[in-house]
Antibody, heavy 123, light 105 residues
Framework: EVQLVQSGAEVKKPGESLKISCKGS????????IGWVRQMPGKGLEWMGI????????RYSPSFQGQVTISADKSISTAYLQWSSLKASDTAMYYC????????????????WGQGTLVTVSS | SYELTQPPSVSVSPGQTARITCSGD??????AYWYQQKPGQAPVLVIY???ERPSGIPERFSGSSSGTTVTLTISGVQAEDEADYYC????????FGGGTKLTVL
């Protein structure tokens, strides 16, 4: 059974750094892209970027390029989303998601989703 | 930047047919995907590759494509189908539509 298990909720202050995680199991972690999706309170889904753990090839939405860093550690089947300096506007639910097929990063929808990590940034 | 346009809301009575559209210039050459999201839950893929249904998704969910518009159709809507629905596609980057709130009257 494919599972994506995300790290727990975080409460941070503006300016702090943060790294949240997404651990994959039940499939070959290095063979499928893993994407990150933001959902701000009461708003829609926003695609942030994606990584291929097999070779760490990473693509970002222009809206998030330079704002976050996506990485992966294939030795422990875990993908990460990282901020160096949080802002209040980073308050949101963040989901990791795996495509239904091992295709190009822009050629597949997301069948498997993590449970989400709620990040709250407040002074 | 590439955009997918959905109506903000659609309302139907139980048993009727709900149609949710999604428009985008790249849809003739890229597949579309549809997700259902209920409050407090992660999205669920209900349609992939324009019209395919993942295992476990009820047959009342179907998808179609015509030119720059794709449509999610829910036949015989049930109260449990009340949710937000998002389309997704790509044109060098992946994008989601703004979402449509389906209300079952």
């Amino acid at each position: 059974e494919v599972q994506l298990v995300q790290s727990g909720a975080e409460v941070k202050k503006p300016g702090e750094s943060l790294k949240i995680s997404c651990k994959g199991s039940g499939y070959s972690f290095t063979s499928y892209w893993i994407g990150w999706v933001r959902q701000m309170p009461g708003k829609g889904l926003e695609w942030m970027g994606i990584i291929y753990p097999g070779d760490s090839d990473t693509r970002y939405s222009p809206s998030f390029q330079g704002q976050v860093t996506i990485s992966a550690d294939k030795s422990i089947s875990t993908a990460y989303l990282q901020w160096s300096s949080l802002k209040a506007s980073d308050t949101a639910m963040y989901y990791c998601a795996r495509p239904w097929a091992a295709l190009a990063y822009d050629s597949s929808g997301y069948l498997y989703w993590g449970q989400g990590t709620l990040v709250t940034v407040s002074s | 930047s590439y955009e997918l346009t959905q109506p903000p809301s659609v309302s139907v009575s139980p048993g009727q047919t709900a149609r949710i559209t999604c428009s985008g210039d790249a849809l003739p050459k890229q597949y579309a995907y549809w997700y259902q999201q209920k409050p407090g839950q992660a999205p669920v893929l209900v349609i992939y590759k324009d019209s395919e249904r993942p295992s476990g998704i009820p047959e009342r969910f179907s998808g179609s494509s015509s030119g720059t518009t794709v449509t999610l159709t829910i036949s015989g809507v049930q109260a449990e189908d009340e949710a937000d629905y998002y389309c997704q596609s790509a044109d060098s980057i992946v994008v989601f539509g703004g979402g449509t709130k389906l209300t079952v009257l």
